[in-house]
């Protein structure tokens, strides 16, 4: 059962509104609700959509208190939908005109952002995703039309598409296989040689080497995420067999690019390296292949250096933090084989890194690491964890830190082994 009619009413808007200025709580939400004659039923369905106004008016609209801004949506479609900064970047990489299909269109997350001059049309297999597209385009001024219709077999008279594969089973279900796409890639690929081109929104993780060749790879996201592989197609791949690494701020303005020619073979592991991973469990010390990265680094091995970064995560996905880091210092090389800390000589830059100044390090023992932390007055630590497993709340608690410092405390690999770095944050 749904209730779009009741939570799009002018009466139940009204009132959302007014809780929220007078910041009802949920008891009094649902008595006020109930002495206005709403079933308990109903009563929920309001508080559920009460909890995701602040949240989609935050993701599209950049402002969770803004008043009269409503959308229809439930919680797994907001979830699954393309937020307001990469919406307007993505918006950027369409003709001023033509037609285009939003495939698999959910909730509108994509279309919210396409250009005016573009005529639009939404396909989904679900009527009440559907319902929430019409009425969301129509809350933007968008005229749209929309298709119940199985997406993989539309006859089509658009010049372009874009589409998002469901990648979710069930409400609330992750599907850890990444490959587990409806419709799948090879149908995406399929879907695409009917259009002048079009864009295909991927889980950050997805293999690469599944994409086909002539297209361009785009990793986007902000400073500490990667949210979207974007993969595009046909007229709308203006740099075919490129991968680009790309930041954006809240407003969807690139804050920082990179770009490099696709390298095939960057993007499979050597049968070395995957039997040391498919062998991990009964490795031992050195022996074992710590992998945080999704694909293979160019960088060397080295020690300990002054400095230590972490590469953004569009850099690891698109597997350009090498080269961003030996842009900056030749000699970039990492401590641990598969894990994505990168060691300098100097501070690596911002946005494409987090930078800490190294201390000191030590072995990861009790007493080694107390020691350490007493002689640069340590008394509050942030523990960061990569390639050692450990209760980071019960590890900070056992150290009993005391001083009048702060300072970050890496436990990870050198060399294979296990070390801890402290750092300060640059």
């Not at 479609?77 to 919406?87: K, P, R, V």
């Not at 933007?140 to 594969?165: E, M, W």
């Not at 701020?249 to 095939?264: P, Q």
């Not at 210092?329 to 800490?356: K, M, Q, R, W």
Request: proline share 5%.
């Amino acid at each position: 059962m749904n209730f779009w009619d009741l939570l799009t009413s002018a009466k139940i808007q009204g009132f959302i509104e007014e809780a929220f200025s007078k910041r009802l709580d949920a008891l009094q939400v649902s008595t006020r609700l109930a002495k206005e004659g709403y079933s308990n039923e109903e009563r929920a369905a309001i508080m559920d959509y009460m909890a995701l106004v602040p949240k989609f008016r935050e993701k599209f609209f950049g402002d969770k208190s803004g008043k009269g801004k409503f959308l229809l949506c439930d919680r797994l479609a907001l979830e699954q939908s393309t937020a307001n900064d990469i919406g307007r970047w993505k918006a950027n990489l369409w003709p001023s005109d033509g037609i285009v299909n939003d495939l698999c269109c959910g909730m509108g997350g994509d279309s919210l952002f396409l250009p005016e001059t573009l005529k639009i049309t939404g396909f989904d297999l679900d009527e009440d995703r559907l319902a929430m597209y019409r009425y969301n385009m129509q809350a933007l001024g968008k005229s749209v039309d929309t298709q119940c219709h199985d997406v993989r077999s539309v006859d089509n008279s658009a010049d372009y598409f874009t589409i998002d594969p469901a990648r979710r089973a069930l409400e609330g279900e992750n599907q850890r296989d990444l490959r587990n796409l409806t419709p799948t890639l090879e149908e995406v690929i399929e879907i695409s040689k009917h259009y002048k081109g079009g864009m295909a929104k991927l889980p950050p993780g997805y293999p690469p080497a599944e994409i086909p060749d002539g297209t361009e790879i785009i990793y986007i996201g902000g400073h500490g995420d990667c949210r979207e592989c974007l993969v595009l197609f046909g007229a709308l791949a203006k740099n075919p067999d490129t991968v680009r690494a790309v930041i954006v701020d809240k407003s969807g303005e690139t804050l920082a690019e990179w770009s490099r020619g696709r390298d095939r073979s960057s993007e499979t592991l050597d049968d070395d390296l995957q039997e040391k991973l498919d062998r991990n469990d009964s490795l031992e010390g050195k022996d074992r292949t710590y992998r945080t990265a999704t694909s293979k680094s160019d960088l060397p091995l080295g020690e300990i250096s002054p400095f230590i970064s972490e590469p953004a995560p569009v850099l690891i996905r698109s597997h350009l933090f090498n080269a961003a880091a030996l842009a900056h210092d030749p000699n970039a090389h990492l401590i641990s084989e598969g894990i994505a800390y990168v060691a300098t000589s100097g501070p690596l830059p911002a946005p494409g890194f987090a930078c800490y100044e190294v201390l000191a390090h030590a072995e990861i023992a009790t007493g080694a690491v107390r020691t350490m932390l007493k002689e640069h007055d340590i008394g509050k630590i942030t523990l960061k964890l990569r390639g050692v497993k450990l209760d980071p709340d019960a590890e900070i608690k056992r150290l009993k830190t005391k001083g009048k410092n702060s300072a970050i405390l890496f436990y990870t690999r050198a060399l294979g082994e296990k070390v801890a770095i402290l750092a300060r944050k640059l």
